[in-house]
C-alpha cells in the first residue's frame, strides 16, 4: 500500500494516540514498535497523563521527540489522556495503542486494507497475543475473550464480541460524533465508547489476525482487584440510564447487569475473607447471595456466622494451593 504525502500541510492517514502513565520502562518498546510500520503514513501523539515517573519516561523518548507530539496534562484518566489526543490528531481515522502494549510491524498496513475493503466500515480490530505474568500469557485475546458472529450493540453488550483497545483503529469523527471517551471512568472506558458507536449504527468488524501484543500488569489502573468490574457496572447502569432500548434489549441488559454485580460482590467477599475482614466478606457475599442465591454462597454465609476464622483460613489454604 503506497503511503501518501506527510509534509507539514498534508494530514496524515492515520493518528496513534498513546496514553501514558507510570510507563518509563515500556513506553519505548511501544514506540518503536510504531516507528517500525510498513505504513509510514501517520503522526504519533504520546500524552503523558500526569505520570509520577515523567523524568524516567521522558528521557526514554528523548530520541523520539522529534518525530511525535508530545503533549502534558495533570493526571486525569486514560479517557482524558485519550481525549486530549484525540483533539490534537489531524487524521482520518485514530489508532490506539495503551504504552505498555506493541503493534507487529504490518499492523496499520493489514488494519487499514481491512478497513478499505469494506467502505461502509466505521471501526476494525484485529487479535493480540498475551503477554506478562498472567494465566492468559501465551493465549490470544480472541481466545480468551472471543468475538463471535457480527458485531452488533447486543453482542458488545453481551460481550459475544469484546475488543481491544490497542487493536483498534476507527474513523475521527465517529469518535467525535459519539463523544469520546467519558472522563467518568477510568476502567471499562473503552467498552462505554464501543457500545455509543454501535448504538449511533456505526459498523464495526474485526480480523483475526495477531498484530498486536499485550503486556497484562499488576500496575495497570485495571489490574486493582475488582476495578475493571467495577468499572464495567458502572457503564452498564450507563447504559440502563441514558439509552433507549428495545423491550428484548432491555432484558439482556438487565441480565448482564445483574451477572456483572454479582460477580463484583462475590469478587470483594473473596478479596475480604482472604484478607481477614470476615464482617465485609460477610456483607458482600450477602449481596452476591440476593443476585444469585446458589447453594453455595448459602453454606459459605453459614460458614462464616458459624467460624468466621476457620472458614478464613481455609479460604487462604484454597487460595494457596491453586495458584
Not at 496524515?12 to 518498546?29: L, R
Not at 495497570?220 to 450507563?238: D, F, M, Y
Not at 472458614?311 to 489454604?317: E, P
Amino acid at each position: 500500500m503506497p503511503d501518501k504525502d506527510t509534509s507539514d500541510n498534508a494530514a496524515p492517514a492515520i493518528s496513534v494516540i498513546i496514553p501514558a502513565y507510570q510507563a518509563a520502562g515500556h513506553i519505548g518498546s511501544a514506540l518503536a514498535s510504531v516507528f517500525a510500520q510498513t505504513f509510514t503514513d501517520f503522526e504519533a501523539i504520546l500524552v503523558n497523563d500526569g505520570s509520577p515517573d515523567s523524568g524516567e519516561m521522558e528521557a526514554v523518548i528523548a530520541p523520539y521527540l522529534p518525530r511525535i507530539t508530545y503533549l502534558k496534562q495533570p493526571n486525569q484518566g486514560p479517557s482524558a489522556a485519550r481525549n486530549l489526543g484525540i483533539r490534537h490528531a489531524r487524521a482520518a481515522f485514530l489508532a490506539f495503542l495503551d504504552a505498555d502494549d506493541t503493534w507487529l510491524p504490518e499492523y496499520l498496513a493489514q488494519q487499514m486494507r481491512f478497513l478499505q475493503s469494506d467502505s461502509s466500515l466505521h471501526m476494525a480490530y484485529c487479535d493480540a497475543l498475551f503477554l506478562g505474568d498472567t494465566p492468559s500469557s501465551g493465549k490470544t485475546f480472541m481466545e480468551v475473550c472471543p468475538s463471535t458472529g457480527p458485531v452488533t450493540f447486543e453482542s458488545l453488550l453481551t460481550e459475544k464480541t469484546q475488543v481491544i483497545t490497542s487493536g483498534t483503529v476507527v474513523q475521527r469523527h465517529a469518535v467525535i460524533d459519539a463523544g469520546g471517551f467519558d472522563e467518568n471512568f477510568r476502567c471499562a472506558e473503552d467498552h462505554d465508547l464501543w457500545l455509543r458507536l454501535a448504538y449511533r449504527g456505526c459498523r464495526i468488524a474485526y480480523q483475526r489476525r495477531v498484530l498486536v501484543h499485550h503486556l497484562v500488569r499488576p500496575d495497570s489502573q485495571g489490574s486493582p482487584p475488582g476495578s475493571l468490574i467495577a468499572g464495567e457496572v458502572a457503564v452498564l447502569k450507563k447504559v440502563e440510564r441514558e439509552f433507549q432500548l428495545e423491550s428484548n434489549v432491555q432484558s439482556l441488559l438487565a441480565e448482564k447487569l445483574r451477572n456483572t454485580e454479582f460477580l463484583l460482590a462475590w469478587t470483594y467477599g473473596k478479596n475480604s475473607l482472604l484478607a481477614g475482614n470476615h464482617q465485609a466478606a460477610y456483607k458482600f457475599f450477602l449481596q452476591a447471595k440476593a443476585l444469585a442465591p446458589t447453594p453455595k454462597l448459602r453454606a459459605l454465609l453459614l460458614s462464616l456466622r458459624v467460624a468466621p476464622r476457620l472458614t478464613a483460613s481455609g479460604a487462604k489454604a484454597w487460595a494457596r494451593l491453586s495458584r
